[in-house]
């Protein structure tokens, strides 16, 4: 079983910066690959990125290559998602996942825990 907890979102003008953090508990957490996800109202989660147990592989969705950096600290049992060059398209309920199989790292129906999300505005 595992817990986690997203924090750091909130208000920013379009071309800022946000920095998501999403703390884990429970069984080891360099077991998991980790993946950050988003959903706008009215339209389906979407993949944004993802990092393997060891952060070695790391895969972006098209829409934030070059603007979002995944990482994470597993001394910590925390993963990051640092936003920046921020868009209004990128207002969402921002969310971090689990992926115990470490397959389909883009597909949601994949990951078995998550977190409880947070919201991300970016105004124009």
């Known amino acids: 079983q595992v817990q986690l907890v997203e924090s750091g979102g909130g208000l920013v003008q379009a071309g800022g910066s946000l920095r998501l953090s999403c703390e884990a508990s429970?069984?080891?957490?360099?077991?998991?690959?980790m993946g950050w996800f988003r959903q706008a109202p009215g339209r389906s989660r979407e993949f944004v990125a993802t990092?393997?147990?060891?952060?070695?592989?790391?895969d972006y969705a098209d829409s934030v290559k070059g603007r979002f950096t995944i990482s994470r600290d597993n001394a910590n049992y925390t993963v990051y998602l640092q936003m920046n060059h921020l868009r209004p398209e990128d207002t969402a309920v921002y969310y971090c996942?689990?992926?115990?199989?470490?397959?389909?790292?883009?597909?949601?129906?994949?990951?078995?825990?998550w977190g409880q999300g947070t919201q991300v505005t970016v105004s124009s």
């Open positions: 990092i393997s147990g060891g952060g070695v592989t790391i």
């Open positions: 996942a689990a992926n115990e199989l470490n397959v389909g790292l883009r597909e949601p129906a994949r990951y078995k825990y």
């Open positions: 429970g069984r080891a957490f360099s077991w998991y690959s």
